[in-house]
């Protein structure tokens, strides 16, 4: 249920409003806009009676909220959510790129991929320490040792850090480390890693479930945001359909969809779309003229020996050419992005 409160509604009416939901024990939302504020009342609703609202000075209408989620809402907040992370911004009016490997192999390596993703406009790291695959024989990942090296290159490079995490453990260790933990999208419905990871004190990636519905998807955020964190961006990187051209089919319809439907910033992953280097700049330009607020892309040194997802991997010349053709894409829908120059942060 939201209460809309009359425009320039006095503090004495707000606080009357929301002492009345939480005295029958709801928890209270506040938006406050420029002119109007909106009070969200999250919980069992049947204990509050709208004809009693409606009593109370300065409010202006009550708005029923037919959808289980509640704090992803649009109508709860109806201004788009900015996410920081570390020195970085997701959403509403830059273009954030992560980009790095799908698995930290070594040092060398995350250092070489880190400085070579800034220099072309990354403002984020991403970089695989947890790594559930679908084989039990494939590469799992350098765990704790790979959360060290990505707090090395951010110090080092200062770009923002993500790693993907898998267990409540992945997350204890990933909050002394990273400035962004991932829920992966074999764990999407997983809700006790998702209210973990809402605990955590750290922004979270969710991915989109291989064949999750929207509404599924923002019910996952749901259990994050429950917690009391409201830093979730979300991912599109695919859902398994009957098509077999590439590893998944990327629901470019989502973005428009789930601006209509949440506040939270949306990002899309090509790499793991397509699963073929060679399709991931298109649907990343597809991405940006859509209105997505980023992009997390695979880039690799050597894609060839990659030990996770070589064939998703760009080179480091094809992620510096797609990041230069993007930047006319970010412009014509208002994105703040561009290519820094030499000893210039990303934006």
């Known amino acids: 249920m939201i209460i809309v409160m009359k425009p320039g509604a006095a503090d ?3 606080k009357a409003v929301v002492n009345y939901i939480e005295s029958n024990g709801l928890t209270v939302h506040l938006s406050k806009g420029e002119e109007v504020t ?21 409010v202006d209408r009550i708005v ?8 992803a809402n649009k109508k709860f907040h109806p201004e788009p959510t900015q996410v920081k992370v570390g020195n970085a911004f997701i959403g509403p009016d830059t273009f954030a790129i992560m980009a790095g490997p799908c698995a930290v192999e070594t040092e060398e390596q995350l250092m070489c991929i880190a400085r070579a993703v800034k220099s072309s406009g990354a403002s984020i790291l991403r970089g695989g320490a947890y790594k559930p695959r679908t084989s039990p024989y494939s590469f799992q990942g350098l765990e704790e040792e790979g959360l060290r090296y990505m707090k090395r290159a951010s110090e080092e490079t200062g770009l923002a850090t993500i790693c993907e995490v898998v267990s409540q453990e992945a997350i204890e260790a990933a909050v002394k480390y990273v400035d962004m933990i991932q829920i992966g999208a074999r764990n999407m419905q997983n809700f006790i890693l998702l209210k973990e990871a809402g605990r955590s004190g750290l922004p979270v990636l969710l991915k989109r479930g291989l064949c999750s519905t929207i509404d599924e998807w923002l019910n996952a955020a749901e259990y994050i945001m429950s917690e009391g964190n409201p830093n979730v ?16 089919t990327l629901d470019i319809s989502a973005i428009p969809v789930l601006k209509e439907k949440t506040h939270l910033p949306v990002i899309v992953d090509p790499s793991h779309s397509t699963g073929a280097y060679k399709y991931v ?3 990343a330009k597809a991405a940006a003229a859509c209105g997505a607020d980023g992009l997390m892309i695979e880039v690799h040194n050597d894609p060839a020996h990659a030990l996770s997802d070589g064939p998703q991997s760009l080179t480091f010349e094809h992620f510096d050419r797609l990041t230069r053709e993007l930047a006319p894409f970010c412009n014509i829908v208002g994105r703040n992005f561009r290519i820094p120059s030499e000893g210039e942060t990303a934006l």
């Open 38 to 58: 909106i009070i969200g009342a999250v919980g069992d609703k049947t204990r509050l009676s709208p004809e009693n609202l409606t009593v109370y000075k300065d």
């Open 233 to 248: 961006v979300l991912c599109e990187r695919g859902i398994r359909t009957f098509e077999t051209a590439t590893r998944n």
């Open 12 to 14: 004495s009416s707000i």
């Open 64 to 71: 029923p909220v037919t959808e289980s989620y509640k704090l």
């Open 281 to 283: 700049p298109s649907m």
